[in-house]
């Protein structure tokens, strides 16, 4: 099993910063791929950014040149720098991680997701 736990969501107002964290723990081998999700009222999940075990990345159309993502393999942690927050930001954030477990076994979970809004 593999948990995720993100942090760093919150309320912030049009033109700030946040800066999303996910930690994931469990009998894993390997990552291949850490992304961030997001979905909105009313709306699907969307990806938003995608990091590969090789240092691959992809942005939705949406947020490149705002949103950063990067990873610390030692720490088995994804981040999301977030800049220039507009309003259709406003969602719950999702981390994901898929790779394999310690017996070779692949895996793909979710993290219970954070609260991003942006507000004035």
């Known amino acids: 099993q593999v948990q995720l736990a993100e942090s760093g969501g919150g309320l912030v107002q049009p033109g700030g910063s946040l800066r999303l964290s996910c930690t994931a723990s469990?009998?894993?081998?390997?990552?291949?791929?850490m992304g961030w999700y997001r979905q909105a009222p009313g709306k699907q999940r969307e990806s938003v950014a995608t990091i590969t075990n090789g240092g691959n990345t992809n942005y939705a159309d949406s947020v490149k040149g705002r949103f950063a993502i990067s990873r610390d393999n030692a720490k088995s942690t994804v981040f999301l720098q977030m800049n220039s927050l507009k309003p259709e930001d406003t969602a719950v954030y999702f981390c994901?991680?898929?790779?394999?477990?310690?017996?070779?076994?692949?895996?793909?979970?979710w993290g219970q997701g954070t609260q991003v809004t942006v507000s004035s």
């Open positions: 469990g009998s894993i081998l390997m990552f291949n791929v």
């Open positions: 994901r991680a898929d790779g394999l477990l310690l017996g070779g076994r692949g895996f793909g979970s």
